[in-house]
Structures are given as structure tokens and as C-alpha cells.
């Protein structure tokens, strides 16, 4: 794997007893410590930015059309050249910037219980080499676990104006590196523009919303102590998006317009 970067089973023993601090590495929404500690009562005892070689930052992650329609991802890829602190940061360079927080055993498996509970991503151990305040590499280079999700959206698709302010608010309170900030804030997000598409909104608030929620907090309850669900627990949520963005794709998207790519 290149990189150095391991890609472990949901159901792996690693991540099941965890019986040391570990490092989880957040890219998404997690990157705002507000967020991370006041939404899951979850209190690092170190953070660190970080920059991994090997991966890069994707919005391929299916939501929930009109609503919430894209979420942070990352995929493995070559890496093409190191980035400079002060240069443009284009997400061309093979390589992912976040920020890693040291949890101890029980903070970690509240990660994977409220990520899904294996239900929709793939575990990674990757190296992840600390970053100064200036951005430059230092010489610490920390093991941290993170979280991709294999199941991706193809096409165009954008995150909710929503997701992208965690994102970016998140990369201020961090103090991540002004080019990094600077691309985030170029990203689109999704916007409702007409009558239809606020339908949709609408329709699927109604329709899928309820389930959703109620299926997500089944899984944080099963999980249980390994933070991994059942295997029926996996097979029912592919079946609940499988079918929900099967409807969006033959009758929802004509119907009321893009629920995914509107900017």
C-alpha cells in the first residue's frame, strides 16, 4: 500500500480492544474540536495538524439528497510533489491535510459507534507527519486511524453550505495553514435555487429523514462495546441508501430538479 498506509476490516481485533490512547485522524466535519467535543462529549488529550502522503480529500461521501447530499471522503493516490508552506494548496499534491487527536481507548470506540459502527466506512492506519505552526514539516511522524468510505457517489455532487462551514470554521480554530483555509473556502457547496428543488428538500425530510435517524441511533446502540454493528445491521443500511439514492437517480432528480451539484 503506498505510503505506508494499512487498510484494516471493520471487524479487525485492532480496533475492537483498543487498550492505549490512538490517534484518529479527522479530514471532514471533525476537523472543529467545538464540534468534536460538545457533539460527543469526547476530550483529546493532544491534537496535532497533520499531513498524509498517499491520500486525498474527496466530497464523494452520499448523504441524503437536497439535504445533506455530499460529506467529506478521501481515496489512496500517488503522490505527485510535496507542498510548500506559503505555495497554493490545490489538492493536486497526492497528500491530505486534518488534524490528528490522541483519544484514550473509550473516546475512540465513541468514534467508531458514532462514524457508523463500520457500517459505512473503511478503517486506514496511515502515517501522518506533524506540521509546525508555519505549516512546514517537522520530524514527528504519528500512526493515526482514519475512516474512508468505499461506497462513493460518481459525478459532480457538492456538500451542503452547512457541512462546508464545519470544514472551514473547524480549519481556523486548528490554526491549519492560511492555503489550505483558502482552498476550502473555494469549494462550492450545494444551494436550492428553485420551487422544485425545495420540494425535494421537502419530500425527502419527510420520506427518508424519520428512518434515517432512527436507524443511525440503532446503530450507536448495537455497536456496543467494539464500536463495529452487526452484519445485518451493514446490510441494512446499503439497502436504505441503495434505495434512496436509486429513487433520487430514476424519479426525484426529474422530478425536482439536482439534489446533488446545484451551486
Known sequence: MASGIQVLNPSSPDLASPTEPRWYL?????LS?????????????????????????????PGVPYIEPRFANCRLVEQTEQWSPGSAWTGGHGSLMGVAYLLSPADFLTILRSEGGGTSYQPLITPA???????????????????????????????SLRYM??????????HMPEPYIAYLDSIPSYRIKSFRQKLGRLVHIVVWMPGLLVFFRIV????????????????TRRALFGTMWGLYDLLSKWIFGDGEASS
Open 26 to 30: 479527522a479530514y471532514g466535519s471533525n
Open 33 to 61: 474540536a467545538t464540534g468534536f467535543v460538545v457533539k460527543r462529549n469526547i476530550t483529546p488529550i493532544d491534537t496535532k495538524v497533520v499531513i498524509v502522503d498517499g491520500l486525498a480529500l474527496t466530497f464523494d461521501n
Open 129 to 159: 507527519v506533524a506540521l509546525s505552526a508555519d505549516g512546514a514539516r517537522t520530524q514527528q511522524v504519528i500512526n493515526a486511524y482514519t475512516l474512508l468510505t468505499p461506497t462513493t457517489r460518481r459525478g459532480t455532487g457538492y456538500a
Open 165 to 174: 462551514n464545519l470544514l472551514r470554521n473547524g480549519a481556523r480554530e486548528q
Open 220 to 235: 450507536a446502540r448495537v455497536s456496543g462495546k467494539t464500536g463495529t454493528a452487526p452484519k445485518p445491521i451493514l446490510w
